[in-house]
């Protein structure tokens, strides 16, 4: 009983039993501490190197750590690398610090809802992607003004039910300053509670395949030409059928 110094420049303990084991052991009702200490003395360092021909198990029955007081801790495995987490969270504690993921492929599954917190968040892709849900709404919300676009090639927005544009404050704009707007639809209707302004630098035309109304509810119908020296032109291709209306239902055939 007591302590066990050896000194010297090289201490070896073997079992050289087929099945023989080293066990350090303590049997007592107090708690012991088992050291594995290399401390020098002089200018040089200690290194503790631990290598096996098989696996290497390191089991403990409370809360343990392995940390370095300097330099990187480095974990690495020739078939790949396993963190699991049998019981509570799974913690990846990079405060303070710089968290950098490198991977071939990233692949993150997720059996309940994914939360990422963050200052500011970026997501860069050198290649086509999506973002997409299999179920349930898909909502991008900004708390300041915002911009979503391309720097070539069409952006296309498309919903199996509609699709819906709106502003809750300012003006709606559909900008296409330079460029051709084109509005295809079975049935096109614009309903505003103030004015409706159609500007046109050049020409602007109404084409209907079929009957053409212009009505009124309340007040006039003005086609004018601002400049005196142009006129205003309606016209048929077929005899007849330009009629005036009047307010009693009758008309007269121009």
């Known amino acids: 009983d007591g302590a066990l110094d050896q000194d010297g420049t090289s201490w070896n303990l ?12 303590a049997n007592d009702a107090s708690t012991y501490t088992l050291g594995i200490q290399g401390a020098n003395a002089g200018d040089g360092h200690v290194v503790v190197d631990i290598d096996s021909d098989n696996a290497v198990q390191i089991n403990a029955a409370a809360a343990s750590n392995f940390t370095t007081s300097g330099g ?18 799974l913690s990846l504690n990079g405060t303070g610090q710089v968290v950098d ?39 991008l919300t900004s708390a300041v003004a915002a911009n979503w676009s391309t720097s ?5 927005l498309e919903g199996a039910g509609g699709a819906t544009v709106t502003s809750t404050g300012g003006e709606l704009i559909l900008n296409g300053t330079g460029q051709t707007v084109t509005m295809n639809s079975a049935a096109l209707d614009v309903n505003a509670t103030g004015a409706i302004t159609v500007d046109g630098d050049l020409t602007m035309d109404l084409v209907s395949a079929g009957n053409a109304t212009m009505l009124s509810t309340g007040g006039n119908i003005e086609i004018t030409a601002d400049d005196a ?19 009693d239902g009758t008309g007269v055939t121009v």
């Not at 073997?14 to 052991?25: K, L, Q």
């Not at 070539?152 to 296309?156: E, H, Q």
């Open 72 to 89: 990187g801790l480095t974990l690495a495995g020739a078939a790949g690398v396993t963190v699991t987490s049998t019981g509570g969270t």
């Open 14 to 25: 073997n079992a050289t039993a087929g099945s023989s084991s080293v066990n350090i052991a």
């Open 152 to 156: 070539a090639g069409r952006l296309t």
């Open 229 to 247: 020296t142009k006129n205003v032109a309606v016209e048929s291709n077929f005899p007849n059928i330009i009629r005036r209306m009047n307010a």
């Open 101 to 139: 993921l490198n991977a071939t492929n990233l692949d993150i599954d997720d059996a309940g809802a994914t939360t990422i917190d963050s200052v500011g968040v970026s997501i860069d892709s050198s290649a086509a992607s999506n973002f997409t849900t299999s179920a349930g709404a898909l909502t």
